[in-house]
């Protein structure tokens, strides 16, 4: 289940209790509710899913995840090379 | 597409493919639970960049697939009555009741509309005041704070017209279920990465220190699908059981707790019968009395009854993890995605359809040669 | 049934405002309907010859010969609308086969209560493209159905086109061996639909790709391109048409999936969606099997013209192994190869 994309967020509307708001993906647009997500604001990344977000993106951790596996890759081809 | 694309480095993947390669010695059993990892091993061919050690099993997340016929049978009732117009997810369409489909009564002449979200079925609901608006709400915890929502939504707005029909299961009972039982095979999880978004991952740790399995809590994209196996294969070959987030940058440990009050405000835990498995006590959500009027099993007097499944369909253990869709005495013959008998042939990542999809040919190793 | 036009059409408009059976029961007002709308917009003596049959001349050589249905809905959606469609799908069956259009037939079966004035919106559409295309639309026929056995608006258009000597492009001349190449970027037209369904809105500026491809095709033909198969996109998609022209010539293609140009907007459509972008509709964009040393040259050809801009070499017909014939094989960008199926349907949008 649980096909869920990120998106950036463009514009929030405060007033509805769902807070629904624009999320951005790749150029086209979707108004869903950011309810579940008081903290994100216009230009954060969040996760949607059937028309809400249920996270805002971790932009650091996402980076920390990507770092780790190059450091995987650069230890892996040192380990090569000394072979 | 952004969080999307550098986690499909093609790169990066390879590395982890030749780290498992390497530090892969025993054979080990896996299982992602999650229909759309199941989905994206299939479309990218991760299974082939996996050493032979390395089995991947797929597990029972698909709440397509495990949503009993008989509350298909009701959809399909309450769809043909005049006066309703029936929301549902398009996954839901072709999924076979005991005899009918909703794409079926849709041609029959049923008002059956396709949404993308719940608050669409509440938006039509408000639109259209002179009739009965129902969503078939359906999926595991990840859909449940868009159900809620939806709810609530209609509770506010004092919609009379709105009502849900529920099939919201929960996940960590129906991995519970395949770990106590005794056909067990599988020694290592894959967490549904968008689940825990939601729910956190407690009941997951709980689960690893019940039954002493490691278990990963993992997401979507072929590196994180790469790397939650990485960190699975590591506690098993080193001999630990732990609970890991590979998922870091959407799961929390408690998850979303807005999202979860949400859930909590307008469900709570009820038994649920699993289609091709039984029934699991506290493995789904049922509307709260607060809530009764948006119950559509009440406000359309449906009965309950139960659907025998058939016999010869192994949907149940195919799900589980104990069979593969090839065991099936109906896989590819009586059974197709044209005409399915049990639902893991129908929904798109059920493993049965992936199965038929994706391996009707024997596969070649992936050709780096290009 | 939708239809949301302001217009601003030449074609005198009848007193009625909406199509009754009345219409279509062979009586006065279906003359008057016929005469005001089609016979005028479509404007040409074979067809004011006003006969049960269109008497066409016929120049030497080999004709093609094509009919399609068109139930669109909506009836009108960014990008063009059923009418176009109607016209430019006809029109470039015949250009797959090499053809170039001489006369199209058009016939209607229009639900009661569809309003004249989206009719006579749609057929100048038609006339329009039917115009671009240089080829008249000489013989039709209408009826009209009762309220709700129809989408608003059904339309059948057959067409006759001119094969010029020597040219051969079928099926049966694909070969091992031969490149795979794509005039331009997939997806569009289904996305463009599906921005304007009800229950999946989503704004984009997406609009469908529905083009005519004759243009584009004799400009191969004019660069010496010996094109052995050509096959146009539409329901169902890049990975439909490969598909049925394995099928067809039981050989393996073999696709590079990371080659086949796709917009963002499409892109991203897709991923919320859960749609196989392989699968999603297009209507203006077709595959050309050419020998593999005249590859090069046929994008090249093809990019000189605003409709193959984006032209790519996407795959190859494999050399034939027993175990994969008539299949469609795709690599993914990972390099691991799936074997591409066609959905039971049309691909539905999904939450799992």
């Not at chain 3, 991203?268 to 297009?282: N, S, Y």
Request: charged share 20%.
């Amino acid at each position: 289940m649980c096909l869920a994309v990120p998106g950036r967020v463009l514009s929030i509307d405060p007033e509805s209790v769902l807070r629904p708001g624009r999320v951005d993906f790749a150029g086209i647009s979707k108004q869903v509710s950011l309810a579940c997500v008081p903290e994100a604001r216009v230009g954060d990344y969040v996760l949607v899913h059937a028309g809400i977000a249920i996270t805002r993106i971790d932009e650091q951790l996402a980076a920390e995840t990507l770092d780790l596996l190059r450091q995987m890759q650069q230890q892996q081809a040192s380990e090569d090379t000394q072979l | 597409m952004k969080y999307v694309d550098e986690y499909r480095d093609s790169e990066l993947v390879d590395t982890i493919a030749e780290r498992l390669r390497r530090i892969t010695t025993s054979h080990w059993r896996i299982m992602e639970i999650c229909g759309g990892q199941t989905h994206a091993i299939l479309r990218f061919g991760i299974d082939e960049l996996l050493p032979s050690g390395i089995e991947l099993v797929h597990g029972p997340g698909c709440p397509v697939c495990v949503t009993p016929a008989a509350l298909i049978d009701k959809a399909c009732s309450i769809a043909v009555l005049d006066n309703v117009i029936f929301c549902s997810f398009g996954d839901m369409l072709r999924v076979p009741g005991s005899h009918a489909d909703l794409l079926e009564v849709k041609s029959q002449g049923g008002d059956v509309r396709m949404v993308y979200s719940p608050l669409d079925a509440v938006t039509l609901a408000r639109e259209n005041p002179q009739r009965e608006v129902v969503f078939f709400a359906i999926g595991f915890e990840t859909t449940a704070p868009a159900s809620a929502a939806a709810v609530h939504q209609a509770e506010q707005e004092k919609l009379s017209n709105f009502s849900i029909l529920v099939s919201q299961v929960l996940v960590p009972p129906a991995i519970e279920a395949i770990l106590s039982s005794t056909h067990n095979l599988v020694q290592g999880f894959l967490a549904p990465g968008h689940v825990c978004t939601v729910t956190g991952y407690e009941d997951y740790a709980a689960l690893v220190r019940r039954f002493n399995v490691p278990i990963v809590v993992t997401g979507f994209e072929p590196l994180d699908i790469m790397h939650g196996i990485y960190l699975t294969i590591q506690q098993l070959e080193s001999g630990r059981a732990e609970i890991e987030n590979q998922y870091t940058r959407s799961v929390r440990p408690r998850g979303n707790e807005i999202a979860r009050q949400m859930i909590e405000r307008v469900f709570q835990a009820a038994s649920f019968s699993w289609r091709g498995v039984g029934e699991i006590p506290r493995s789904g959500l049922r509307l709260r009395e607060a809530y009764a009027q948006f119950d559509a099993e009440r406000r359309f007097g449906m009965e309950s009854y139960t659907t025998p499944d058939d016999p010869q369909c192994i949907a149940g253990a195919v799900l589980q993890g104990v069979r593969k869709p090839p065991d099936c005495s109906l896989f590819g013959s009586h059974c197709t995605p044209g005409h399915p008998v049990g639902a893991p042939m129908v929904s798109a990542e059920g493993a049965c359809a992936a199965y038929y999809r994706y391996r009707r040919v024997p596969r070649r190793r992936s050709d780096n040669s290009q | 049934m939708v239809d949301n036009f302001t217009l601003s059409c030449p074609t005198p408009r009848p007193r009625d405002s909406i199509v009754t059976l009345s219409h279509g029961g062979g009586g006065r007002l279906m003359k008057d309907l016929v005469d005001d709308l089609f016979i005028t917009a479509f404007n040409n003596p074979e067809l004011a010859e006003k006969h049960d049959s269109a008497r066409v001349a016929a120049p030497g050589g080999r004709l093609a010969f094509t009919t399609d249905s068109y139930v669109v809905n909506p009836l009108v959606f960014p990008g063009g609308d059923i009418g176009s469609l109607a016209i430019t799908g006809t029109v470039n069956d015949l250009a797959m086969a090499g053809a170039v259009p001489h006369r199209l037939s058009c016939a209607m079966i229009i639900e009661e209560g569809l309003r004249i004035e989206t009719l006579a919106a749609i057929v100048d559409s038609m006339a329009a493209t039917a115009a671009a295309a240089r080829a008249c639309v000489v013989t039709g026929d209408t009826k009209v159905v009762e309220h709700g056995k129809g989408d608003g608006l059904y339309i059948n258009t057959a067409g006759i086109g001119l094969i010029p000597t020597g040219r051969e492009v079928v099926p049966r001349r694909v070969t091992a061996g031969d490149t795979i190449v794509i005039s331009g970027d997939i997806g569009r037209h289904g996305i463009a639909v599906m921005s304007v369904r009800e229950g999946l809105a989503f704004e984009t500026t997406i609009e469908s790709d529905c083009a005519l491809l004759t243009e584009p095709v004799e400009l191969l033909f004019g660069a010496g391109i010996d094109c052995h198969c050509l096959r146009d996109l539409t329901r169902g998609g890049l990975g439909a048409a490969l598909i049925e022209i394995a099928e067809t010539t039981m050989l393996h293609l073999d696709i590079d999936e990371t080659a086949v140009p796709i917009s963002g907007q499409v892109r991203g459509a897709c991923e919320i969606l859960g749609l196989d972008p392989l699968f999603v509709a297009c209507e203006g964009r077709f595959v050309a099997f050419v020998p593999a040393d005249q590859a090069v040259h046929a994008v090249d050809a093809l990019h000189r013209h605003a409709l193959g801009v984006g032209a790519k070499v996407v795959g190859t017909v494999a050399a034939v192994q027993p175990d994969e014939r008539g299949l469609v094989t795709s690599r993914s960008s990972l390099g691991t190869r799936r074997v591409l199926d066609l959905p039971v349907g049309d691909q539905l949008p999904r939450i799992c």
